[in-house]
C-alpha cells in the first residue's frame, strides 16, 4: 500500500535560481544571468517541500548546445545556426557525459557542484529526477568529460549509407546540410552564416530525413538510430543489439550512479517499444527504486509503453490536461465529460501509472494571456488533477505563485511560455526567492494565497488513502448541475471523500448529493468537514451531504 502520492516538482536551474531581473531579449550570460546548483540552497529545497513535494526534476542538467563561449575550459563553441536562441535548448544534448556549464560557480568543478545539489536534495527527503533524451542529439555533439572506452556518436559510423544497423546515426548521402532560416533579423543574426559543416547533413531530430530541413523541424538536431530503417517500411534491426541501445544504457547507469532517483524520458513513443523493454529493468538492477516517466501523447499505446515498454508512468497530456485547458478557458465546447472519459475509458485500469499536471515547460502558464490570464481560475482543475488517481501530480515552479510567462525574451518569443531557450530572469518566482531567503516576503497577498492553497490541496491529497488506495464513484447530475460541474468520490477502507468542482464563470452550483449504499459502508467516524479549509461543516451523518459551491472553485469533504 502507497502511503504518500509523488508530487513532483520542476525547474530549470538556469532561470530558478537566477536573481537578476535586467531581461534584456537575447540577452547574454553576463547580462540577464544565470542561476547556477549553488542556488538551490537547503532554503530553497525547504520551500520546495513545503508544497508536499517529494521528487525535485532538475530540467536542463545534462550539456546542451549554447552560445556562451566555454573554450577556455576546452570546449568548443557552437555555431549559433544550429543553436535555437542564446542559451539553447535542454533538449539539445551535446555531451551525455557532462553537465550544464553554465550553471557553475567554478565551471572546472561543475560536476562536483552538482553531485553536491544532488546530496543536498537527499539530505532533504527529497528525490531527484532528470530529463533523459533518448531520441537526438545536438548537431555539434561531442563527449570531452566521456569516461575511458566510450566510443561517441558517430564515431565508427559508415557515412555513405543512409541506414546501416551499425550505424549511430542516418544520413543523406552526398548531400550537406542545409541550414534553415525563416528570415527575420534578430540580435544573433551576426553570428549565423547560414552554413553549418555537415556533408553528409544527417537526419533531423523528427524523423526528417532530408538534407534540407525546414525551419519548424527540430534542426538543430540530428536522430538517433535504435535499428528502425524509416525509408524500408520501418524494418527493425534489434538482434545484435544496436550500438546506440549500448550506449544510451551505459549513460542512464552513469547518472544513477550521480545518485539520481528517476528519469524524465523525452519524447518516449520516437523510441522503439522494444528498446524500452530491454534497457529499463538493466538499469533497474543498478537501482531498483528508479522511477521511468515517459512523455507520451498517444493515447492508443499508453498499455503498451507500460506493460511492454516497463515505464512507471506516462504524462496524462491528451486526455486530462487538453480537457481541462478547455475548462478552464472556458471555451465554448468545453465539457466535464472529457474528465469522464480519461478515468472511464482512456487510462481505465491504469490511472495510478498516468502523471497528471496544468503547467510544464512545454505548456502554456496559466496566468499568461494565452491561457487563461489568471492563476485561480485554474484551482478546479488542480484540485482534480490531484485527486482523480492515485498517480503523481506534477508542479513547474512558479506555478504557485501565478508566474504568466509574459515578455519576449529572446527566441522563445511571447508565446505564453516561461523561455528555455533564452537567459532570463522569472519574475513572480523572484518575489517568492527574494533574493534566496526563499521566504516570499516579496508576493502580494493574491500570490500568498494562491501558493497557500496549493499547500494545503497537496497536503490533503498526497496523503490520503482515499487518493492513494481508494475506488472512485462519479456523481450523477442533479441540482443545477451543468457540463461544467463535475463531482465524485473516492473511497477506501479508510476514508471517503467528496471531491466537487464547479468549472462555471457565474453560477454557483447547488445540490444535495446522494451517497450510495456503496460507499456508505465504508466506516469512518471523522466529522464532515471540507479540507481545503478545513472547515467543519456540522452536517448530520446520513446519506446526503448539502452542496453550495461558488463559481471557479472547488471543495474536497472528508465525511
Not at 544565470?34 to 542556488?39: H, L, M, P, T, V
Amino acid at each position: 500500500m502507497n502511503d504518500k502520492q509523488i508530487v513532483i516538482y520542476q525547474l530549470l536551474p538556469r532561470l530558478f535560481g537566477n536573481k537578476n531581473t535586467t531581461n534584456i531579449p537575447y540577452g547574454t550570460i553576463e547580462q540577464n544571468g544565470s542561476g547556477k546548483f549553488n542556488d538551490i540552497t537547503d532554503r530553497a529545497l525547504d520551500g520546495i517541500k513545503e508544497l508536499h513535494v517529494n521528487y525535485v526534476w532538475y530540467t536542463g542538467i545534462i550539456a546542451h548546445a549554447s552560445l556562451t563561449d566555454y573554450s577556455n575550459y576546452g570546449i568548443k563553441v557552437d555555431d549559433a545556426d544550429v543553436v535555437k536562441g542564446r542559451a539553447g535548448s535542454p533538449y539539445a544534448i551535446r555531451d551525455y557525459y557532462d553537465v550544464n556549464p553554465d550553471l557553475a560557480v567554478d565551471v572546472k568543478n561543475r560536476m562536483q557542484e552538482f553531485e553536491a545539489l544532488v546530496k543536498r536534495t537527499h539530505a532533504k527527503n527529497l528525490k531527484v529526477i532528470i530529463d533523459f533524451v533518448p531520441n537526438h542529439v545536438a548537431r555539434g555533439y561531442h563527449s570531452y568529460s566521456k569516461p575511458e572506452k566510450v566510443i561517441d556518436f558517430g564515431a565508427n559510423d559508415e557515412v555513405t549509407k543512409a541506414f546501416s544497423t551499425k550505424n549511430d546515426f542516418y544520413y543523406i548521402p552526398g548531400q550537406p546540410l542545409v541550414v534553415p532560416t525563416n528570415g527575420q533579423e534578430t540580435p544573433l543574426s551576426i553570428l549565423q552564416d547560414g552554413k553549418f559543416d555537415e556533408n553528409p547533413a544527417k537526419a533531423t531530430g523528427n524523423d526528417a530525413f532530408t538534407a534540407a530541413p525546414k525551419y519548424d523541424d527540430w534542426y538543430e538536431t540530428v536522430k538517433l538510430n535504435y535499428g528502425v530503417d524509416y525509408l524500408n517500411g520501418r524494418k527493425e534491426y534489434f538482434s545484435p543489439i544496436p550500438p546506440v541501445w549500448t550506449k544510451m544504457r551505459d549513460i542512464l547507469v552513469f547518472w544513477t550512479d550521480k545518485g539520481v532517483d528517476g528519469f524524465r524520458c523525452d519524447m518516449a513513443e520516437m523510441i522503439p517499444i522494444a528498446f524500452w523493454n530491454w534497457v529499463i529493468p538493466q538499469v533497474k538492477k543498478v537501482n531498483p527504486n528508479l522511477i521511468f516517466l515517459g512523455e507520451a501523447y498517444n493515447p492508443q499505446v499508453y498499455k503498451q509503453y507500460l506493460d511492454e515498454g516497463k515505464f512507471d508512468y506516462l504524462y496524462d497530456k491528451v486526455g486530462l490536461y487538453d480537457g481541462l485547458k478547455k475548462l478552464i478557458r472556458n471555451e465554448p465546447e468545453a465539457d466535464v465529460s472529457a474528465i469522464r472519459y480519461v478515468w472511464q475509458k482512456e487510462s481505465a485500469g491504469f490511472g495510478k501509472k498516468m502523471l497528471r499536471f496544468l503547467e510544464n515547460h512545454d505548456e502554456e502558464r496559466i496566468a499568461s494571456t494565452g491561457f487563461a490570464g489568471k492563476a485561480e481560475l485554474a484551482l478546479p482543475a488542480m484540485v482534480v488533477s490531484a485527486t482523480l488517481g492515485a498517480g503523481p501530480v506534477m508542479l513547474y515552479f512558479g506555478q504557485e505563485v501565478g508566474e504568466p510567462g509574459k515578455g519576449k525574451e529572446g527566441y522563445g518569443g511571447d508565446d505564453n511560455r516561461t523561455t528555455i531557450f533564452d537567459y532570463w530572469g522569472v519574475p513572480n518566482h523572484q518575489k517568492w526567492m527574494n533574493g534566496g531567503l526563499f521566504d516570499g516576503h516579496k508576493l502580494n497577498a493574491a500570490q500568498q494565497h494562491l501558493r497557500a492553497y496549493y499547500k494545503q490541496l497537496l497536503k490533503v491529497t498526497s496523503a490520503s488513502d482515499a487518493v492513494l488506495n481508494g475506488e472512485i464513484y462519479e456523481i450523477p447530475q442533479s441540482g443545477n448541475m451543468n457540463n461544467r460541474m463535475y463531482a465524485f468520490i473516492r473511497y477506501s477502507g479508510r476514508q471517503r471523500l467528496l471531491v466537487v468542482a464547479n468549472f462555471d464563470r457565474n453560477l454557483t452550483l447547488e445540490t444535495n448529493i446522494q451517497i450510495p449504499e456503496e460507499v456508505l459502508k465504508v466506516k469512518n467516524s471523522s466529522p464532515v468537514t471540507e479540507l481545503l479549509t478545513d472547515t467543519k461543516l456540522n452536517i448530520p451523518a446520513g446519506t446526503t451531504i448539502p452542496v453550495k459551491l461558488a463559481p471557479v472553485s472547488a471543495q474536497v469533504i472528508e465525511f
